[in-house]
């Protein structure tokens, strides 16, 4: 069974551009959360969706967005970026939403922006 | 609300028995979860604790106090591909699940 595949992996940005990031959830996953990791601050929770609905928002500017598909398939979109949003961004599915279920991350996105 | 402290770095020797501890205060407590991540990599779960109490999986084990907030991630036999961050992550049983600590990089030397 296939893992969760991000894409891109690796990418650069220049600051004020904007930046779409793709996720691909574990067959039969219907939950997808977004996480950002730096070195300074940790993994940081972006923002969980469910039935392509968003169910929870972490503590991130409106810059940062996202949508869940039909097939459950995950983007997240930053928008006007800055050299603070330069991370590895974390994908990770789960079947669903109750207490309990473990999640699984995909490889990342690494975004560098200049 | 949540507040999760954990050692940022430790140091073992291979074949030695590491204990990683993690304590927690977080609302809506249900359970926790154990994540090792190698650098450059993404984090692997490693185990989940809902009962306090020991859970044995192989060489790893985790360990479950919910009166007390604390849980602790052992380690033994210790090899050099163990070197690598350990996450603790509580789980809620409301609003945003998880909330990962901030990691303890364990750096097991020969």
């Known amino acids: 069974k296939a893992g969760v595949t991000q894409t891109p992996r690796y990418l650069i940005k220049t600051r004020g551009q904007q930046v779409t990031l793709s996720c691909s959830p574990i067959s039969g996953h219907r939950s997808v959360s977004w996480y950002q990791q730096t070195p300074g601050q940790g993994l940081q929770f972006l923002f969980e969706y469910f039935s392509e609905t968003q169910r929870n928002k972490g503590n991130f500017p409106g810059r940062f967005s996202g949508r869940q598909f039909s097939n459950s398939r995950s983007e997240m979109n930053v928008s006007t970026l800055e050299l603070g949003d330069s991370a590895l961004y974390l994908c990770a599915s789960s079947i669903g939403t109750s207490v309990g279920n473990t999640i699984y991350f995909g490889e990342g996105s690494w975004l560098t922006v200049v | 609300g949540q507040n999760i402290d954990q050692p940022t770095e430790m140091t073992a020797t291979e074949g030695a028995i590491v204990q990683i501890n993690c304590t927690y205060q977080t609302s809506g407590f249900n359970g926790l979860f154990w994540y090792q991540q190698h650098a450059g990599e993404a984090p692997t779960f490693l185990s989940y604790n809902v009962l306090d109490g020991l859970e044995e999986k192989g060489r790893f084990s985790s360990f479950l106090s919910r009166s007390k907030g604390y849980s602790y991630l052992l380690l033994k036999e210790l090899q050099m591909k163990d070197s690598a961050s350990y996450l603790c992550?509580?789980?809620?049983?409301?609003?945003?699940?998880?909330?990962f600590g901030p990691g303890t990089r364990l750096s097991v030397l020969p």
């Open positions: 992550a509580p789980e809620r049983n409301y609003g945003q699940n998880f909330v």
